[in-house]
């Protein structure tokens, strides 16, 4: 059975207090929740505090960037080893926001995602297509290229920490979403996509999130689609009712 999971990208959002707010909100109502695994990834200097004051709850923290050295002269950067040491195992990698202001590639993302499953990170790999991609009909292969590029040389068994997270780039942060026919339309190509080049049973297990203005009142017609197993959620994740309202309608 593949997991459910809901993780919330905070991006730069969130001071020291306004993080520990919205930590002990989400602690109190999602603390124990069974139903999916519950994410949130606080921006940088945020992540510690995160990890220590979410002890004694299911909820885990994921950083939102990692370098692809393991350590060097890289001013600005922040290694897998420094994640790991604060308690952060999961890492989200390719948000199309680093790919659009930022100018990661797919083969700058390969490097980052090997060097994440060196140090036995978990990664969720965020992709999806552009508007013209998808008014040129070209969507899928666009989302069959961005896998090929940063996944495909993985080993099987690397396969057990990489989560997917389909974006339309389109959908995030605008308002617009995917519909949910749409979304499963997509996430059954990646699943597909996956068996072909790996094996159906690597395919069946890999947990694939929809991420695109996912709000408390979509939610649950996305996440009833059979190959949606949950969510990236931006926007609605910075209030601790709306992610509830969302983590609650898996
Ligand atoms: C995101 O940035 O990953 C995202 C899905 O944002 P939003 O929910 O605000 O569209």
């Not at 890999?206 to 197993?229: C, H, M, R, T």
């Amino acid at each position: 059975m593949r997991k459910k999971i809901v993780a919330g990208n905070w991006k730069m959002n969130k001071n020291l207090s306004e993080t520990e707010v919205l930590l002990s909100e989400l602690k109190t109502k999602l603390g124990a929740s069974k139903e999916a695994n519950i994410i949130v990834a606080p921006t940088f200097t945020n992540l510690y505090k995160a990890t220590q004051d979410l002890k004694g709850s299911s909820i885990t923290v994921a950083a939102q960037n990692m370098h692809q050295a393991d350590n060097g002269a890289f001013t600005g950067e922040i290694s897998a080893d420094m994640l790991k040491n604060i308690g952060v195992e999961t890492v989200i990698l390719g948000h199309s926001e680093r790919r659009a202001y930022f100018g990661e590639t797919d083969a700058l993302l390969a490097d980052k995602v090997n060097t994440a499953l060196k140090h036995g990170m978990k990664v969720i790999f965020c992709f999806g297509e552009e508007l013209q991609d998808r008014k040129s009909n070209s969507h899928f292969s666009v989302v069959e290229n961005q896998l090929k590029n940063v996944l495909f040389h993985i080993k099987e068994e690397h396969w057990k920490n990489i989560v997917l997270a389909y974006e339309p780039v389109w959908a995030i942060g605008t308002g617009e979403t995917a519909s949910p026919d749409q979304a499963q339309e997509m996430h059954a190509f990646i699943r597909n996509t996956i068996a072909n080049a790996f094996t159906p049973s690597i395919a069946d297990e890999v947990s694939i999130l929809y991420g695109g203005s996912v709000k408390p009142n979509n939610a649950e017609e996305i996440f009833a689609k059979p190959d949606v197993d949950g969510g990236l959620i931006g926007g609605a994740a910075l209030d601790a009712s709306s992610f509830e309202a969302i983590a609650n309608a898996i």
